[in-house]
C-alpha cells in the first residue's frame, strides 16, 4: 500500500535520532529499525500493514491494549478542559480523585501520595526522601549508604544506577555511582544466603544506612530472576530491627504483574516507600509515584525557616492527562474483575509452555503472575536472544528478550488463543535455531 514509505521513515529516523537502550550500529543489519504506524489492541502495525503482537506490553507498560476505547474516551474529554497545570500551589480533580483511590487500595499505612513522571525519577524521591527523613532526624546523621540486592535494576539516571547492578547499564559509569553496599541476590527458593548476608551487613553497617531498596518477587531487567516471598517477608523484618527503612521498587512488578494488585500484598510485609511507575497509565502517558506514610510526611511537615520542606519537583509533576489515564485504569481493574481473570489465563498460559522444557537448551522455565520466562543455556558470548527476536519479528510477534533470556509480559487483555500462537511462534523459532 504505502511501499517505500517504511523504508523512508526508518532512513530519516536514522538521520536524526539517537535511540535509547541501543548500540545504535545494530541498526546497520543486526537489528531493524521500524516505524509504526498505528496499534491497537495486542498489535502494532507497520507502515506495510504487517501486524506485531505485542508480547512485551511495550516495555512493560501496557496493560489494556494499544489505543484502548475506554482511556481513549476518557483521555479525550479530559483534553477538553484540563491539560496541566503547575502543580505547587495549585492541584485538580484527576489526582485528587486518583490519589484516594490508589490509598484506598493500598495497606493502610500508606497515607500520602509524591508524584514525579517516571520510574526512574520516582526511585530517585524515595533515596532523597529517607535520605532526608534521617537528616530530620538526626542532624548529624552517619546515614548516606544504601542497601540493595545484586543483580537490581531501579532506572538509570545517576542515583538509580548506584542502587542497580545490571554490569551493562552501570559499569561504564562507576566512577559517578554513590557509594552503597550490595547483598547476594535471592535465587528461587534459594534464599538463606541473601538473608544472611543481610543481617551482617546490617550488623556492621547499620549506622550507615539509610535504606534497603528491592524489586520484591521479581527482579524484572535482572533477567526476569524470580524469587520467594519469604525473602521479601524476612528482609523486611529483620530491616525492621536494625531500623532501616525499605523502599520496595514496583515499577514494573505493580498494577497485577505478579497476580495480586501490588507485589507487597503477596508477602506479609509493608515497606516504608512504595514505587509505582510503568502500568500506572496503562501505557499511555508517563507518570510515577511514590507512596509513603503519615508518620514520615509529619516528619517534614514544620515551619518555613526550619529548611525540613521535600523540594524535589518535576515541571510535569502531576499531569492532568496522565493522571486521567490512571483513573481509567483503576476503572478498568475494578470493571472488569481483571486480577481474577489473569489468574485463569496465567495457569493456561503456564501449562502450554510447558512444552518448550523438551528443548535441551531451554532453562528454568519460570512465571509469576503475568510474567514467563525462560534462559537459553550454552550459548555464552552468543546473542542466540537477538536471533529469538528477529525471527519473531518476521512472524509478527514483538518480543525483545534480555541478553538469552526469552520471556513473555503480555498486556492482560491478551486473548487466549493469541498467546497460544505466541507459544508455537516460539516452538518453530527454537527449532530453527537450533536450541
Ligand atoms: C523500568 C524500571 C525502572 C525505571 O523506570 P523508567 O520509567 O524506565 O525510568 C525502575 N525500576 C524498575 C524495577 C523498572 O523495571
Known amino acids: 500500500m504505502q511501499h517505500g514509505l517504511q523504508e523512508s521513515l526508518t ?140 543483580n537490581a535494576y531501579h532506572g538509570e539516571t545517576i542515583g538509580a544506577l548506584s542502587v542497580g547492578d ?58 526476569m530472576n524470580m524469587y520467594d516471598v519469604r525473602f521479601v517477608k524476612e528482609a523486611v523484618e529483620i530491616c525492621r530491627e536494625f531500623n532501616v527503612y525499605v523502599i520496595f521498587d514496583e515499577v514494573a512488578v505493580g498494577f497485577g504483574r505478579t497476580g495480586s494488585f501490588f507485589a507487597y500484598e503477596q508477602c506479609g510485609v509493608v515497606p516504608d516507600f512504595l514505587v509505582l511507575s510503568k502500568g500506572i497509565t496503562g501505557g499511555y502517558l508517563p507518570l510515577s509515584v511514590v507512596v509513603t506514610s503519615d508518620e514520615i510526611y509529619n516528619l517534614f511537615y514544620a515551619p518555613y525557616f526550619t529548611h525540613k520542606a521535600f523540594l524535589h519537583s518535576h515541571s510535569y509533576t502531576g499531569n492532568a492527562l496522565a493522571l486521567t489515564c490512571a483513573n481509567a485504569v483503576l476503572d478498568i481493574f475494578e470493571n472488569d474483575d481483571i486480577l481474577n481473570k489473569n489468574r485463569v489465563l496465567s495457569g493456561k498460559i503456564w501449562s502450554a509452555m510447558q512444552e518448550l522444557k523438551t528443548f535441551n537448551r531451554v532453562r528454568n522455565l519460570r512465571h509469576c503472575g503475568m510474567i514467563f520466562a525462560f534462559d537459553l543455556v550454552g550459548f555464552e558470548g552468543k546473542r542466540k536472544g537477538l536471533e529469538v527476536f528477529n525471527h519473531g519479528l518476521e512472524r509478527g510477534l514483538l518480543l525483545r528478550p534480555l541478553g538469552n533470556t526469552i520471556y513473555l509480559m503480555p498486556p492482560y487483555i491478551i486473548t487466549e488463543k493469541e498467546a497460544y500462537s505466541i507459544i508455537s511462534s516460539l516452538i518453530e523459532i527454537l527449532t530453527k535455531i537450533g536450541v
Request: net charge neutral; proline share 4%.
Open 166 to 223: 545490571v554490569g551493562i547499564y552501570t559499569d561504564t559509569y562507576k566512577p559517578l555511582l554513590l557509594e552503597t553496599l550490595k547483598i547476594k541476590a535471592p535465587v528461587g527458593s534459594e534464599i538463606e544466603e541473601s538473608l544472611e548476608q543481610l543481617t551482617q551487613t546490617l550488623k556492621t553497617h547499620k549506622n550507615e544506612i539509610v535504606a534497603f531498596i528491592l524489586e520484591p518477587l521479581v527482579q524484572c531487567a535482572g533477567n
Open 11 to 150: 532512513k530519516q529516523d536514522l538521520s536524526c535520532i539517537w535511540h535509547p537502550c541501543t548500540q545504535m550500529q545494530d541498526h546497520e543489519g543486526n537489528i531493524p529499525l521500524i516505524p509504526i504506524q498505528r496499534a491497537k489492541g495486542a498489535y502494532l502495525y507497520d507502515f506495510n500493514g504487517k501486524a506485531y503482537l505485542d508480547c512485551i506490553s511495550s516495555w512493560w507498560v501496557n496493560l489494556f491494549g494499544h489505543c484502548n476505547p475506554y482511556i481513549n474516551t476518557k483521555l479525550k474529554e479530559q483534553l477538553e478542559s484540563l491539560e496541566h497545570v503547575i502543580f505547587a500551589g495549585f492541584t485538580h480533580r484527576p489526582i485528587i480523585e486518583y490519589s484516594s483511590r490508589l490509598l484506598g487500595l493500598l495497606d493502610s499505612k500508606f497515607q500520602k501520595c509524591f508524584y514525579a513522571d517516571n520510574g526512574s525519577s520516582a526511585i530517585e524521591v524515595a533515596l532523597k526522601m529517607s535520605f532526608h527523613a534521617c537528616v530530620i532526624q538526626s542532624k548529624n546523621t552517619q546515614k548516606r549508604k544504601f542497601l540493595c540486592l545484586e
